[in-house]
């Protein structure tokens, strides 16, 4: 479903076992060469945890290593993550030369337990405009999903449950989004998860080395 030019929501697109199975990869990441942790913007920890593949994000500002957690060189992006990418921009646009032309070079991994949010806010450290892919794992979240002006209204708050992905791109590329709310106990069996919420968003930085 397009809920706005360029936003598309493809409901339940990952299986169980693709759940479980990225819900693996995802607490390896966490547990290093980087590992998880809050980053901290204006002097205030986020509530939300990221670990990031490809290239290291911090607030404003992207690097190949974490400078600010404990230095070491994010791991490589992983090439099954392309074309995953790539798969899903095939699906929401039906353009298959659009999906080629996709390659994400960073993801970033957040860590929601039921108690933690994420405010409004624009995605613009990135210097490509390519779509940003979101996988959802575990417990179901309200989504806020606003407009490119402020983070006031016009906004729409969607569920995203397990297995849900979501491609934002065109002009829903620089929309202001955020997280309201977790449901909590709401995993679905066997996706990998028993409390709390996995996202991770695929994104081409623009950068070269
Ligand atoms: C719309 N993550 O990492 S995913 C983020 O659930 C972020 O962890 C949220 O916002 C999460 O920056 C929301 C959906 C999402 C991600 C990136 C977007 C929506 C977006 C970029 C542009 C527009
Ligand atoms: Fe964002």
Request: hydrophobic fraction near 40%; glycine fraction near 10%.
């Given at each position: 479903e397009e809920i706005a030019?360029?936003?598309?929501?493809?409901?339940?697109?990952?299986?169980?076992?693709?759940?479980?199975?990225?819900?693996?990869?995802?607490?390896?990441?966490?547990?290093?060469?980087?590992?998880?942790?809050?980053?901290?913007?204006?002097?205030?920890?986020?509530?939300?945890k990221t670990v990031c593949v490809g290239w290291h994000w911090r607030p404003y500002a992207y690097s190949r290593d974490a400078v600010d957690v404990n230095g070491q060189r994010v791991v490589e992006f992983p090439k099954w993550m392309v074309r995953l990418g790539r798969?899903?921009?095939?699906?929401?646009?039906?353009?298959?030369?659009?999906?080629?032309?996709?390659?994400?070079?960073?993801?970033?991994?957040?860590?929601?337990?039921?108690?933690?949010?994420?405010?409004m806010h624009q995605d613009k450290d990135e210097k490509s405009l390519a779509p940003v892919v979101s996988l959802s794992i575990g417990d179901t979240c309200t989504f806020r999903f606003g407009n490119t002006e402020n983070r006031n209204r016009p906004y729409r708050d969607i569920a995203l449950a397990s297995g849900d992905?979501?491609?934002?791109?065109?002009?829903?590329?620089?929309?202001?989004?955020?997280?309201?709310?977790?449901?909590?106990?709401?995993?679905?069996?066997?996706?990998?998860?028993?409390?709390?919420?996995?996202?991770?968003?695929?994104?081409?930085?623009?950068?070269?080395?």
């Amino acid at each position: 479903e397009e809920i706005a030019p360029g936003a598309v929501w493809l409901p339940g697109w990952l299986t169980i076992p693709q759940q479980a199975w990225l819900a693996r990869q995802c607490a390896q990441w966490a547990a290093g060469p980087v590992p998880i942790r809050s980053a901290t913007v204006r002097g205030h920890p986020m509530s939300v945890k990221t670990v990031c593949v490809g290239w290291h994000w911090r607030p404003y500002a992207y690097s190949r290593d974490a400078v600010d957690v404990n230095g070491q060189r994010v791991v490589e992006f992983p090439k099954w993550m392309v074309r995953l990418g790539r798969r899903i921009v095939a699906d929401a646009t039906g353009d298959e030369d659009r999906a080629l032309a996709y390659t994400p070079d960073t993801a970033l991994i957040n860590f929601y337990d039921v108690q933690a949010r994420m405010g409004m806010h624009q995605d613009k450290d990135e210097k490509s405009l390519a779509p940003v892919v979101s996988l959802s794992i575990g417990d179901t979240c309200t989504f806020r999903f606003g407009n490119t002006e402020n983070r006031n209204r016009p906004y729409r708050d969607i569920a995203l449950a397990s297995g849900d992905v979501f491609v934002f791109g065109g002009p829903s590329r620089l929309a202001f989004h955020g997280v309201q709310k977790i449901h909590a106990e709401s995993a679905p069996d066997g996706c990998g998860v028993e409390h709390g919420r996995w996202n991770i968003t695929m994104r081409e930085t623009g950068f070269a080395d």
